[in-house]
């Protein structure tokens, strides 16, 4: 007997309460190393730990949970994912917190477009709407025409589309890939990179910097595995408000800790990204479902 409605639905809640104070606490902990440590010591601290946290299920699982059919796509996904994170990091240290994640909800805008070109998914009605107010979104924030845009602005962007563009190859590996291979080799894969390009810009980190380091690896794993048991527990159209609500508690901590304001154009702009995305997930998970064939 399916689980009842609402108990679900709290679950729900519940977890994507982790997600929401995974990447609020992580924001923050990168900010509190940014002085004093390169992004690329920060990327492989997050590779570290993954890694870690990543091969401790095989002692159970065994190698074959890990076996991949497309290692060159597996390695093209996290030269994307790894672009993406060291984008999200500078951002982080270049712009006010509410403005970082309002950008990084264009993420699904080019998700859409990147699906429908290489991987033949067609461009609905409801994904259109999500394009065009995600842009219409982008440009609030941005302002363009109203002073040059920032550095920072750019970066996230590029962030965003990095992101978007790792969502799509996961999308096409998940047809032949495990998603303990997919987890897997996303840590491993960016361990050496990560290894060669923080030794190139080496700091020894001291006692209190070590600490943030392994809190921002143990809460990127975190906040990605506490958002994937919530979409378990309940619809997107449940889930994504929840997601949401990351904006208003960056803003917050954003003001309390750093004094940040947030910006009449950044509310309203990532308030017109996020009804695209909804507006879209609410249609899509409307749509009937095939019936299942009769028995034999």
Same mark, same amino acid.
């Given at each position: 007997?399916?689980?009842? $409605?609402?108990? =679900? ?17 992580? #924001? ?16 492989? #601290?997050?590779?570290?730990?993954? $890694? ?11 190698? &074959? ?6 290692? %060159? ?52 009605? #409801? =994904?259109?709407? #999500? ?5 219409? &979104? ?6 363009? %025409?109203?002073? $040059? ?79 994937? =048991? ?23 901590? %954003? ?33 009937? =479902? ?7």
């Amino acid at each position: 007997m399916p689980a009842p $409605a609402q108990p =679900r639905v709290l679950l729900a809640v519940l977890w994507m309460t982790g997600t929401l104070l995974s990447f609020t606490v992580m #924001a923050v902990a990168i900010r509190e190393v940014a002085d004093t440590m390169s992004v690329f010591v920060i990327l492989a #601290a997050r590779s570290v730990v993954g $890694a870690i946290l990543t091969a401790i299920p095989l002692l159970w699982l065994g190698l &074959g949970a890990i076996r991949t059919a497309r290692p %060159g796509l597996q390695l093209a996904r996290n030269i994307a994912h790894m672009g993406g994170q060291a984008g999200w990091i500078v951002g982080v240290t270049m712009l006010s917190l509410a403005e970082v994640f309002a950008l990084e909800f264009t993420a699904p805008i080019w998700t859409a477009l990147f699906a429908t070109i290489f991987l033949g998914e067609r461009m609905t009605r #409801a =994904r259109a709407v #999500a394009v065009a107010l995600g842009f219409a &979104g982008v440009l609030v924030i941005v302002r363009p %025409g109203f002073g $040059a845009v920032s550095d920072g602005v750019l970066i996230m962007l590029a962030a965003a589309v990095c992101f978007a563009s790792s969502v799509t190859m996961v999308k096409a590996m998940t047809r032949t890939e495990t998603t303990c291979a997919i987890v897997f080799y996303m840590a491993w894969i960016q361990l050496p990179p990560g290894l060669v390009l923080a030794a190139l810009d080496w700091t020894p980190p001291d006692l209190v910097e070590t600490g943030w380091l392994a809190l921002i690896g143990a809460l990127s794993v975190s906040a990605h595995y506490c958002m994937t =048991r919530a979409f378990t527990q309940a619809d997107a159209t449940v889930v994504m408000p929840l997601d949401f609500m990351r904006l208003p508690l960056i803003a917050a901590v %954003g003001f309390v800790l750093y004094d940040e304001s947030l910006a009449p154009a950044v509310a309203i702009g990532a308030a017109i990204i996020f009804s695209g995305n909804y507006y879209s997930v609410w249609t899509e998970t409307r749509q009937p =479902r095939q019936p299942a064939p009769a028995p034999d």
